[in-house]
T-cell receptor, first 116, second 114 residues
Framework: EAGVAQSPRYKIIEKRQSVAFWCNPI?????LYWYQQILGQGPKLLIQ????????DSQLPKDRFSAERLKGVDSTLKIQPAKLEDSAVYLC??????????????FGSGTRLTVV | DAKTTQPPSMDCAEGRAANLPCNHS???????VYWYRQIHSQGPQYIIH???NNETNEMASLIITEDRKSSTLILPHATLRDTAVYYC???????????????FGSGTRLQVQP
């Protein structure tokens, strides 16, 4: 099966600019996650979707970050305005909900954001 | 979810077994042990998981102590491609994947030496 697709692969922006990341999960995976990974740290959950509804966005900085998953498939994550501390890799993952056939998450390769 | 403790880094010679330890002394009876790894510039990849019995798949073996307070991930014949950060995660049933997301710690950076 095709993996989780993310774009762009790299992005460099100036602080206070806006940026958007796109994710296409594995077909049939109802659950989609966005993680932020700062250099040297493990991934940190930003938001979790179940179909097109939000399950957990408790760690999403809502004053500047937003995410949507229209039609329960693709998802976009936006930052506006960006700060220097937003420099990180943004990972998208998907999983099949409620099935014992797929125990794990499948991650994309991520988008590396550099804010200068 | 129970907290896990892993050494920050380990080295292993190519062709030898890599044994990565994980402590999870506060694990509950319904919590599983998951292992993921993250190769440079890639997203984390699922390796294996278990509840209390030892598990083996094509990638690795998972040994869980009888009291379930610690576990060891074994890569039987490490190659240079196994150089990565390995994450040990404890959480509830895999059926519950839709409810609460995986929480990653800092993991163990394994360097396989030629």
């Amino acid at each position: 099966e095709a993996g989780v697709a993310q774009s762009p692969r790299y992005k460099i922006i100036e602080k206070r600019q806006s940026v958007a990341f796109w994710c296409n999960p594995i077909s049939g995976h109802a659950t989609l996650y966005w993680y932020q990974q700062i250099l040297g740290q493990g991934p940190k959950l930003l938001i979790q979707f179940q179909n097109n509804g939000v399950v957990d966005d408790s760690q999403l900085p809502k004053d500047r970050f937003s995410a949507e998953r229209l039609k329960g498939v693709d998802s976009t994550l936006k930052i506006q305005p960006a700060k220097l501390e937003d420099s990180a890799v943004y990972l998208c993952a998907s999983s099949r909900f409620g099935s014992q056939a797929n125990y794990g998450y499948t991650f994309g390769s991520g988008t590396r954001l550099t804010v200068v | 979810d129970a907290k896990t403790t892993q050494p920050p880094s380990m080295d292993c010679a190519e062709g030898r077994a890599a044994n990565l330890p994980c402590n999870h002394s506060t694990i509950s009876g319904n919590e599983y042990v998951y292992w993921y790894r993250q190769i440079h510039s890639q997203g984390p990849q699922y390796i294996i998981h278990g509840l209390k019995n030892n598990e083996t798949n094509e990638m690795a073996s998972l040994i869980i102590t009888e009291d379930r307070k610690s576990s060891t991930l074994i890569l039987p014949h490490a190659t240079l491609r196994d150089t990565a950060v390995y994450y040990c995660i404890v959480r509830v049933s895999p059926i519950d994947t839709g409810r609460r997301a995986l929480t990653f710690g800092s993991g163990t950076r394994l360097q396989v030496q030629p």
